[in-house]
């Protein structure tokens, strides 16, 4: 297993549509246990391939804490069956916008279908973090944001503060 480096904002690249998984095959699972480990080093709790460079529809949560054995899930090829009229918040944060958090209201439950890590199809109910979870890494999978869903204000914020810092760390800039 190695540790991927992270696209950070404003990468293009987080803005592209990820394509469907063809084949779950031997690579497509060392892809999976290779952002596991990338999230785990972070740390983080969900992963998405798009954000180390692979526009694939496959993504990793494991909700356990740190007190707990790890739990990792992988999804691929995932998709909302059906979303709950009852609505949740949580504060989100995301390995590609490193340090910053906002409020964001979704859906508070998720019916989803996926393939499993060995390519049998699967369904879960989701609520709670988890159902925010699935929906903050599948809006990944369609080139989505979580300051998507903060006001354009806020969001326009975090982007120039990004563009700023990803400007500072340009290659040929002396920093002493
Ligand atoms: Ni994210």
Do not use: W
């Not at 293009?12 to 990820?18: N, T």
């Not at 906002?102 to 019916?111: I, L, N, T």
């Amino acid at each position: 297993m190695s540790i991927k480096p992270l696209i950070i904002l404003p990468d293009p690249i987080l803005r592209q549509v990820s394509k469907p998984v063809e084949r779950v095959d031997g690579d497509l699972r060392k892809l999976a246990d290779d952002m596991l480990e990338t999230m785990y080093d972070a740390p983080g709790i969900g992963l998405a391939a798009i954000q180390v460079g692979e526009p694939r529809r496959l993504l990793v949560i494991d909700l356990a804490k740190e007190d707990e054995p790890p739990a990792p899930h992988v999804f691929i090829n995932p998709e909302i069956l059906e979303s709950s009229e009852q609505r949740s918040v949580y504060e989100e944060g995301c390995l590609s916008i490193p340090d910053y958090y906002a409020e964001v209201e979704r859906p508070a439950a998720v019916r989803v279908k996926y393939l499993d890590r060995d390519g049998k199809l699967q369904e879960m109910q989701a609520e709670g973090l988890m159902a925010t979870c699935l929906q903050h890494e599948i809006d990944h999978l369609n080139g989505v944001l979580f300051i998507d869903h903060i006001s354009k204000l806020k969001r326009d914020m975090v982007v120039k503060k990004f563009k700023k810092l990803a400007k500072d760390k340009a290659p040929g800039k002396m920093v002493g």
